[in-house]
């Protein structure tokens, strides 16, 4: 009956636009009263985007069996991962969804304080994990926003593809550039051990960068990036 | 009348609470029609924030200035700043709103999209000044997106310190590292000429950096930090 709930709302918001459909007019398609409907969804807006309370759920539980896990960086990452995961699931859908959002403002908005949620829980974790640090909360809100756009930037690519593109290749592609810019190097979901994968590049086990005092520091990371784990040539 | 409007909306919205107050009931007591009210606000959220509208016009213009600045990262810290200054500047009036958003989830959600305005400002700015990197709309939206958050981070601790503690090293202290991440090393908006700043800590002006292969990156970056610019000092 859930299913068919959204697909009844769909068919009418795409027929008729988002506004002028009620949720009157979606139970009625669907054959069903509206205590059902409001049993699966708190709103209208939530009938648009049915999977986030179990994502997060999901996410959620994902962080929190993680309390040990040695790289919580990597971890927010995997953790973003899930959310895009249940995107490309369902290109059709997501990408109606998409083209749904950008036209509606009250969507957007809604869609925002979902982005939030997912953030927080990122945030939260983090906090939790750098709570010995100093500055570890300022860390953990910095990178979990990182996080977070870096996996809408993906997304919003694929989306825009129609989902054509390789909408996995795409968020790892992105959240690269956050582990580079704090997680351990080539320490990825996919990387095997880091200190043995960049054989190919030298023998030598020790890496030397020799800089001048003053250089920037994204010219400098750039430059071991390529000497420490073989990636890098990013231009500048 | 737009400062009377203001006020006597803050004053219902704390006496009899924010859902409870009407249009109506503000331009009651601001003694002004409601044609009044809609011409200085949008909407009765739009009271909340009334300073916004015009500091998004200042920080778009602060960019717009700025295409040829040769640290953009920098640039948009200090945007940021901006922002910081319009909160402290009536330190009273913020701590009220503050307290007023986080009970009301309508209100966040309003100050979500605010937000938003705010990053995606950032991001364009980014955006245009990395045009010609490799992955340049992914870089610019995930460092506006990380000094957004480190923003929002000094901005509450400020608020809930009552609006007591210095709102404005805060934001130095948390965008630092933002640009430690991204900027240019030491250069920040109080920072002089990177290349001398250092000479109490050495006499020499090159760093060398030993470090073994496969060291987590973000380990190397805290080493290097204390030989360019004489920071670091961060525990891990």
New interface residues.
């Given amino acids: 009956m859930r299913d068919a709930l959204i697909a009844a709302a769909f068919q009418l918001f795409l027929e008729r636009g988002y506004e002028a459909t009620t949720v009157d007019d979606i139970v009625a398609l669907a054959g069903v009263g509206r205590r059902s409907f409001f049993r699966y969804f708190p709103s209208k807006e939530g009938v648009v985007f049915p999977d986030h309370e179990g994502c997060l759920a999901d996410l959620t539980a994902f962080l929190d069996g993680a309390e040990e896990d040695p790289e919580p960086v990597a971890r927010v990452c995997d953790a973003a991962r899930l959310v895009l995961r249940m995107y490309a699931e369902n290109p059709t859908f997501s990408v109606q969804r998409y083209r749904l959002t950008k036209s509606v403002p009250g969507l957007?908005?809604?869609e925002?304080?979902v982005v939030?949620r997912y953030e927080r829980a990122l945030a939260d974790y983090l906090r939790r994990r750098f709570a010995?640090?100093?500055?570890g909360?300022?860390?953990a809100?910095?990178i979990?926003?990182?996080v977070?756009?870096?996996h809408?930037?993906?997304l919003r690519s694929w989306l825009r593809s129609g989902g054509q593109d390789d909408a996995e290749a795409g968020v790892d592609?992105?959240l690269e550039?956050?582990q580079?810019?704090?997680?351990?190097?080539?320490?990825g979901p996919a990387a095997a051990?880091?200190?043995?994968?960049?054989a190919e590049a030298?023998d030598?086990?020790?890496?030397?960068?020799?800089?001048?005092?003053?250089?920037?520091?994204?010219q400098?990371?750039r430059g071991?990036?390529s000497?420490?784990?073989g990636t890098g040539g990013?231009?500048?």
Wanted: aromatic content about 8%; charged content about 20%.
């Fill in positions: 957007r908005t809604y925002l304080s939030w010995g640090r100093s500055d909360d300022l860390h809100d910095v979990a926003a990182a977070v756009a870096a809408n930037n993906a592609h992105a550039f956050v580079h810019s704090w997680g351990a190097a080539g320490e051990s880091p200190a043995g994968d960049a030298e030598e086990d020790v890496v030397v960068v020799i800089t001048k005092r003053g250089t920037p520091l994204w400098v990371v071991i990036e000497g420490l784990d990013a231009n500048g």
